[in-house]
């Protein structure tokens, strides 16, 4: 087994172990997905070990499902302005049977993940808005809830404008919300709105 094989094999167990555990596709391990799956398929077929065909094959499988689920779900995103989004995530905050807890993010995409959790239950909500920041909105509701003085939201813009996106995990304290940030799994980059005075 020669070099080039060597370094195949690593690298396909690599990203393979990766694409396992973090699921979803990010630009940079699609492309290193598809590069070590490509090698590892010539290499099998071709003049390098049989057996690296079947790590390609399984690392290329993942990556085109996780490709077609993102897919998916970005068509199904509803699509809609910032003001009734954050009218609802407002009342339902305030109501005693609304949410316990709120995670906000603002996805590289550009979408707004609303992770939310009741009493007896939790969804997974996002929604793309319709010329309206997302980053203004998550900023908004977190102002509102936590407090424009929160430590949280100071953190989170300091660390978005340094490049690093997070998520704000609001949870109910007492009468208010408190606020945390928390790291993101996929792709730390943050999303740069366009036309947006504040975040453009
Ligand atoms: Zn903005």
Redesign the pocket.
């Known amino acids: 087994m020669g070099v080039l094989d060597i370094v195949v094999t690593v690298g396909l167990i690599a990203v393979l172990l990766r694409a396992l555990v973090r699921r979803g596709p990010t630009p940079g391990p699609l492309l290193l997905a598809v590069v070590f799956g490509g090698l590892g398929l010539w290499r099998g077929f071709g003049p390098g070990p049989g057996w690296l065909l079947w790590p390609a094959v399984v690392l290329l499988t993942v990556t085109a499902v996780d490709v077609v689920i993102a897919a998916r779900l970005f068509a199904r995103m509803p699509r809609t302005e910032s003001g009734p989004v954050k009218a609802e995530l407002l009342a339902d905050c305030r109501s005693d049977d609304g949410r316990q807890q709120l995670t906000l993010a603002v996805a590289p995409g550009g979408a707004v993940m609303m992770d939310g959790v009741w009493r007896d239950t939790a969804r997974r909500d996002a929604v793309m808005l319709t010329g309206d920041?997302p980053?203004?909105l998550v900023e908004e509701v977190t102002a509102e809830l936590a407090g424009p003085d929160s430590k949280a939201l100071a953190a989170y813009r300091r660390d978005r404008d340094a490049g690093t996106n997070r998520l704000i995990v609001l949870r109910r304290r007492g009468d208010g919300w408190a606020a945390d940030l928390e790291p993101v799994r996929a792709s730390p980059r943050p999303f740069r709105?366009v036309g947006?005075p504040?975040?453009?």
Do not use: D, I
Request: a neutral charge; hydrophobic letters at 25%.
């Open positions: 920041c980053v203004c709105p947006c504040v975040h453009g």
